[in-house]
């Protein structure tokens, strides 16, 4: 008997719910699959169906036993299938949730450049910086920014990215420049915060992470309009490199506080489930992660 064809056999005629719909099913003879699920209960030892001339019905062992194989098999069917899309043109849909800034700043010309080398995949981008049940929405992929993943999120750091404390020259040149995250107690302070003193900034001090609350001026839930909030001359704020990068470079912004930056955040792929990941999945994601790699080790050279 082998046995996998006898599981695959025993599914379809739990189905079917009949030995005859079974057998008309793959085109065998009804006494080819009755020989074949009575070897399979000797092999196992125990009572799958229950059958009469009018019904069949599973026993306890073979409703647990049905689970079982159905999961066995699909797992099957997706090795082959990822085994069989690595001879074909990756193809299909494809839907990524993106961060908003990161997303259009960074990721847009590395997912317009994928999209140009791999013209048989629809790609379907979504910019939102809400966390996602990737599974109820439908995503593919999501690309998330953060210093600690969720425990059991499936995941793969492709980069990382440093938070940087900036003010405008002349907002530092009329109020000083802090020296100590207290200090900010003195400061007109911006961040992402919906409420005055729930979402506190972190620093590193001592080799620890302490946190200061302070009251915002300012609030927004986007890092694009505090930088540039902070580039008017309206105060100070905590934000990403990949967003206050040119700033600084033309001299728009300065950071402060270097001494007590926060650790580097991670930049993740993640994934719905660890279970079968299509190719052009897979694809995307070894993409990315050799483009951010790529575009890191030139800024540090």
Same mark, same amino acid.
């Given at each position: 008997m082998n046995r996998f064809d006898a599981m695959n056999l025993f599914v379809r005629v739990a189905e079917q719910g009949s030995f005859s719909a079974a057998a008309s099913q793959l085109g065998v003879a009804r006494s080819v699959v009755t020989r074949q699920i009575a070897a399979l209960e000797e092999h196992l030892g125990v009572k799958l169906m229950v059958?009469?001339?009018?019904?069949?019905?599973?026993?306890?062992?073979?409703?647990? !036993?049905?689970?079982?194989?159905?999961?066995?098999?699909?797992?099957?069917? *997706?090795?082959?299938?990822?085994?069989? *899309?690595?001879? +074909?043109? $990756?193809?299909?849909?494809?839907?990524?949730? +993106?961060?908003?800034?990161?997303?259009?700043?960074?990721?847009?010309? +590395?997912? =317009?450049?994928?999209?140009?080398? !791999? &013209?048989?995949?629809?790609?379907?981008?979504?910019?939102?910086?809400? #966390?996602?049940? +990737?599974? *109820? *929405?439908?995503?593919?992929?999501?690309?998330?920014?953060?210093?600690?993943?969720? &425990?059991?999120?499936?995941?793969?750091? =492709?980069?990382?990215?440093?938070?940087?404390?900036?003010?405008?020259?002349?907002?530092?040149?009329? #109020?000083?420049?802090?020296? #100590? &995250?207290?200090?900010?107690?003195? #400061?007109?302070?911006?961040? !992402?915060? $919906?409420?005055?003193?729930?979402? &506190?900034?972190n620093f590193q001090v001592d080799g620890h992470m302490e946190s200061f609350y302070r009251s915002y001026r300012l609030q927004a839930n986007n890092g694009d309009v505090l930088a540039e909030a902070a580039a008017q001359g309206l105060g100070i704020t905590m934000q990403p490199d990949f967003i206050v990068d040119d700033y600084l470079a033309a001299g728009k912004l300065q950071t402060v506080l270097e001494d007590f930056e926060p650790p580097v955040l991670g930049i993740y792929a993640v994934l719905p489930t660890n279970r079968y990941i299509p190719h052009r999945v897979r694809l995307l994601i070894e993409f990315l992660s050799n483009k951010l790699a790529g575009a890191r080790a030139a800024t540090e050279r």
């Amino acid at each position: 008997m082998n046995r996998f064809d006898a599981m695959n056999l025993f599914v379809r005629v739990a189905e079917q719910g009949s030995f005859s719909a079974a057998a008309s099913q793959l085109g065998v003879a009804r006494s080819v699959v009755t020989r074949q699920i009575a070897a399979l209960e000797e092999h196992l030892g125990v009572k799958l169906m229950v059958r009469s001339t009018r019904s069949l019905s599973l026993t306890s062992a073979g409703s647990a !036993y049905l689970e079982k194989c159905r999961a066995i098999l699909d797992l099957v069917q *997706e090795a082959e299938a990822g085994v069989m *899309e690595e001879r +074909l043109t $990756p193809s299909g849909q494809l839907r990524v949730s +993106l961060p908003l800034s990161f997303g259009l700043r960074r990721l847009v010309p +590395l997912l =317009l450049e994928f999209s140009r080398a !791999y &013209p048989e995949i629809n790609l379907a981008m979504d910019f939102n910086d809400r #966390h996602l049940n +990737l599974i *109820e *929405e439908g995503f593919d992929l999501s690309i998330r920014i953060t210093g600690q993943l969720d &425990p059991g999120v499936i995941a793969r750091k =492709l980069a990382t990215c440093r938070l940087i404390t900036v003010a405008a020259p002349e907002y530092l040149a009329r #109020h000083g420049r802090p020296r #100590h &995250p207290a200090d900010l107690t003195e #400061h007109a302070c911006m961040g !992402y915060s $919906p409420q005055a003193n729930n979402r &506190p900034l972190n620093f590193q001090v001592d080799g620890h992470m302490e946190s200061f609350y302070r009251s915002y001026r300012l609030q927004a839930n986007n890092g694009d309009v505090l930088a540039e909030a902070a580039a008017q001359g309206l105060g100070i704020t905590m934000q990403p490199d990949f967003i206050v990068d040119d700033y600084l470079a033309a001299g728009k912004l300065q950071t402060v506080l270097e001494d007590f930056e926060p650790p580097v955040l991670g930049i993740y792929a993640v994934l719905p489930t660890n279970r079968y990941i299509p190719h052009r999945v897979r694809l995307l994601i070894e993409f990315l992660s050799n483009k951010l790699a790529g575009a890191r080790a030139a800024t540090e050279r």
